[in-house]
Nanobody, 123 residues
């Protein structure tokens, strides 16, 4: 499956953004999906995840209550709605897919990655 992330940009602290990830080349509903982010000089961290059917979602503690992951299997897309953004949310955000697997937090278990989209939150 190929993944294409979009929706990043520059936003002021307290603002909102919605990321989208479009999938192609596979049966989208067969994939657990995740969002990860990597800030400059830091490792890639888990942000949010969603099971193949959308019934279960998972979040990093740092984004709980502010970020919402969702998916539309009919449109082969996964979204990350972000509100109350903080400067520490600044990073490159990546969508990732895991084929026929249970949800996991580790980026090592996701075989397919989008190209990343940059979010910069100014204070």
């Amino acid at each position: 499956v190929q993944l294409q992330a979009s929706g990043g940009g520059l936003v002021q602290a307290g603002g909102s953004l919605r990321l989208s990830c479009a999938a192609s080349g596979g049966t989208f509903s067969s994939y657990t999906m995740g969002w990860f982010r990597q800030a400059p000089g830091k490792e890639r961290d888990f942000v949010a995840g969603i099971t193949w059917n959308g019934l279960n979602t998972y979040y990093a503690d740092s984004v709980k209550g502010r970020f919402t992951i969702s998916r539309d299997n009919a449109k082969n897309t996964v979204h990350l709605q972000m509100i109350s953004l903080k400067p520490e949310d600044t990073a490159i955000y990546y969508c990732a897919a895991r084929y026929y697997g249970a949800f996991v937090y580790s980026s090592n278990d996701y075989a397919y990655w989008g190209q990343g989209t940059l979010i910069t939150v100014s204070s």
